[in-house]
C-alpha cells in the first residue's frame, strides 16, 4: 500500500463513521512518517490499513468500517486494498503513545485527520503481536535504519504492567538477539600493540 492508496483508506473510513480523528495502528502507519520510496518493500506489503477511532467504545465505528470497506468487500475487491476496524484496546502499545503519534499533510486524506503511530510505538506494537511478517517488518525496519534499538529497547520497558509476561519477554529476546547481532556484524578492534 502507498499514501495515496492509505489516504484513500482514511477518506473513506470518515466518511462511513463522520469521525475524522482516524488513527492507524497496523504496519501501514509507518507511511505517516516515510514516503513508500523511502521504504524496504516488505513495510509496504501489506493490502491492509488497520485503523481505529479514540471515541469506539461500543465497536461501532470499527465494525461500520469493516463492513463497508473490509476484506472482500466491493471497496477491496474494487481497488485491492481495504481497512481493517480494529479496536484501539485490542493493541499493546506502550505507556505514553497518546503523546507520541503524529499526523501529515497529505491533502488527499481530508476530510480524515489521520494520526499514526511513533515508528517506534509501531515496532513494538508488531513485537508483542509477535507473528512471523510483524518480526520481518520490524527486521527490516532495524536493517535500514528507521528503527532504532536502543529505543525499541526503552518503549519495551514502558510497556503495560498488565501485558501478557510471555510475549513481553519475547520481545526482550528479539531486541537481545538484534543487538548481539549487530555487535558480532561491527569490524573488530584489534587491541593495539604499544
Same mark, same amino acid.
Not at 462511513?16 to 488513527?23: H, K
Not at 485503523?51 to 475487491?77: L, M, N, P, Y
Not at 486494498?81 to 505507556?95: C, F, R, W
Given at each position: 500500500?502507498?499514501?495515496?492508496?492509505?489516504?484513500?483508506?482514511?477518506?473513506?473510513?470518515?466518511?462511513? !463513521?463522520?469521525? *475524522?480523528?482516524?488513527?492507524?495502528?497496523?504496519?501501514?502507519?509507518?507511511?505517516?512518517?516515510? $514516503?513508500?520510496?523511502? =521504504?524496504?518493500?516488505? %513495510?509496504?506489503?501489506?493490502?491492509?490499513? $488497520?485503523?481505529?477511532?479514540?471515541?469506539?467504545?461500543?465497536? &461501532?465505528?470499527?465494525?461500520?468500517?469493516?463492513?463497508?470497506?473490509?476484506?472482500?468487500?466491493?471497496?477491496?475487491?474494487?481497488?485491492?486494498?481495504? *481497512?481493517?476496524?480494529?479496536?484501539? +484496546?485490542?493493541?499493546?502499545?506502550?505507556? &505514553?503513545?497518546?503523546?507520541?503519534?503524529? &499526523?501529515? !499533510?497529505?491533502?488527499?486524506?481530508?476530510?480524515?485527520?489521520?494520526?499514526? /503511530?511513533?515508528?517506534? $510505538?509501531?515496532?513494538?506494537?508488531? @513485537?508483542?503481536?509477535?507473528?512471523?511478517?510483524? /518480526?520481518?517488518?520490524?527486521? *527490516?525496519?532495524? +536493517?535500514?535504519?528507521? =528503527?532504532?534499538?536502543?529505543? @525499541?529497547?526503552?518503549?519495551?520497558? =514502558?510497556?503495560?504492567? +498488565? %501485558?501478557?509476561?510471555?510475549?513481553?519477554?519475547?520481545?526482550?529476546?528479539?531486541?537481545?538477539?538484534?543487538? +548481539?547481532?549487530?555487535?558480532?556484524?561491527?569490524? $573488530?578492534?584489534?587491541?593495539?600493540?604499544?
Amino acid at each position: 500500500m502507498n499514501r495515496q492508496q492509505l489516504a484513500h483508506v482514511l477518506r473513506a473510513a470518515c466518511e462511513i !463513521t463522520g469521525d *475524522a480523528r482516524v488513527l492507524v495502528v497496523g504496519s501501514q502507519a509507518i507511511l505517516g512518517s516515510f $514516503d513508500e520510496d523511502n =521504504l524496504p518493500s516488505s %513495510a509496504t506489503a501489506s493490502l491492509e490499513a $488497520d485503523i481505529a477511532f479514540f471515541d469506539d467504545q461500543s465497536r &461501532g465505528k470499527a465494525d461500520a468500517v469493516e463492513g463497508a470497506i473490509g476484506e472482500f468487500s466491493a471497496f477491496h475487491q474494487m481497488n485491492g486494498y481495504y *481497512a481493517e476496524g480494529i479496536h484501539i +484496546d485490542t493493541v499493546v502499545l506502550p505507556k &505514553g503513545w497518546e503523546d507520541r503519534v503524529a &499526523g501529515w !499533510t497529505l491533502v488527499s486524506s481530508q476530510p480524515a485527520e489521520p494520526l499514526f /503511530l511513533d515508528v517506534h $510505538d509501531l515496532g513494538i506494537a508488531k @513485537l508483542m503481536a509477535g507473528r512471523e511478517k510483524d /518480526l520481518e517488518f520490524v527486521g *527490516a525496519l532495524i +536493517d535500514c535504519g528507521m =528503527l532504532n534499538l536502543g529505543v @525499541l529497547v526503552e518503549r519495551c520497558e =514502558l510497556l503495560p504492567e +498488565d %501485558a501478557h509476561s510471555e510475549a513481553v519477554g519475547r520481545v526482550r529476546s528479539y531486541l537481545r538477539s538484534r543487538a +548481539d547481532s549487530s555487535v558480532e556484524e561491527s569490524p $573488530d578492534v584489534k587491541p593495539s600493540s604499544g
